[in-house]
């Protein structure tokens, strides 16, 4: 195969924002520096919250002013907010992901907003959004499934990609914050949302804490997206779901789309190390399974 899959590593955001170990901001840089040795083209690396609700979050104008401008390199700042966007356009991001949760439960929780109070700042965003201004995507979070008001209906986030759909952001990812999702149901809503929004780009946002990370993602794949999330060593999970666990591992993803002939661009041994690493760090065994087992075909000396 000559397809590639384009892997946002969202590692030194989701991956670090629910550790109890809080990385210094030259450690972070480090993270970011080495992934993007290890083939990170596009990158979520800061996150434009209240450093007092996520902690892990600090920093995040100190990390974009010591990341200077680099062509092929997009870094990516999360916003909840029109203060968030803000800090955003100073920080001089490369692009600016705004949040939408599915769900008021989640999203009063998750940022203090329901989802049409949500709607309506992005609306906002884009409304002040100049030409020299970072491109804006959007994420539906708990697209599938949320902690506190359950089964989403596939309605409500049809309404949503809709809305961003009409205010023409760049890209539209969704989001299964609580690893709930099946394939069979992943494959429904991505068919869903290419018809509420047929001109824009899709990403999927997938975390493994039922085992059917990779399985979404692959069921992604063959439904012709071509944009996918991931962390390094499979960190990750939210602060404000409970029981909430990793992304799936970028390395884990690289190896299955490797092996069977997509291109990623990105270096698997590398990956391997940098997961480790950074796991070290928190204090905790890397969680991806390429991680802990390796690469295969073996390599000798």
């Not at 993007?36 to 083209?41: R, S």
């Not at 999360?78 to 949040?99: F, I, Q, S, T």
């Not at 491109?135 to 989403?152: I, K």
């Not at 209906?153 to 969704?174: F, G, H, M, Q």
């Amino acid at each position: 195969m000559s397809r590639r899959i384009e892997i946002v590593e969202v590692g030194p955001r989701d991956g670090l924002q629910n550790e109890k170990t809080l990385l210094e901001v030259d450690q972070k840089l480090e993270l970011i520096r080495r992934l993007e040795a290890a083939g990170a083209k596009r990158m979520e690396v800061v996150s434009f919250v209240n450093p007092r609700r996520v902690p892990q979050m600090a920093g995040a104008e100190e990390i974009m002013a010591a990341l200077p401008p680099e062509a092929g390199k997009g870094r990516i700042g999360l916003v909840l907010n029109m203060k968030g966007w803000e800090r955003c356009v100073e920080a001089r991001c490369d692009e600016a992901n705004v949040v939408v949760c599915a769900t008021d439960g989640f999203g009063i929780r998750n940022q203090g907003a329901s989802v049409a109070e949500q709607v309506d700042a992005l609306r906002a965003i884009m409304a002040v959004r100049r030409k020299e201004d970072p491109p804006v995507t959007v994420t539906v979070s708990v697209a599938f499934g949320c902690p506190f008001d359950g089964e989403v209906p596939e309605d409500r986030v049809v309404e949503i990609v809709s809305a961003a759909a009409d205010l023409r952001v760049a890209e539209i990812a969704l989001a299964d914050t609580i690893g709930v999702a099946d394939p069979w149901t992943v494959r429904r809503r991505i068919e869903a949302a290419r018809k509420a929004a047929p001109n824009t780009k899709l990403r999927m946002h997938f975390h493994d804490t039922r085992n059917t990370g990779l399985a979404n993602a692959f069921a992604s794949v063959e439904a012709g997206v071509d944009v996918l999330d991931a962390s390094v060593g499979g960190l990750g999970g939210c602060p404000f779901a409970p029981n909430a666990t990793g992304n799936i591992g970028t390395e884990d993803l690289v190896y299955m789309l490797e092996r069977a002939g997509f291109e990623t661009g990105y270096d698997l041994d590398e990956l391997i190390g940098i997961g480790t690493w950074v796991s070290d760090l928190l204090g905790k065994k890397v969680a991806s399974s390429v991680g802990r087992a390796g690469s295969f075909p073996f390599r000798t000396a």
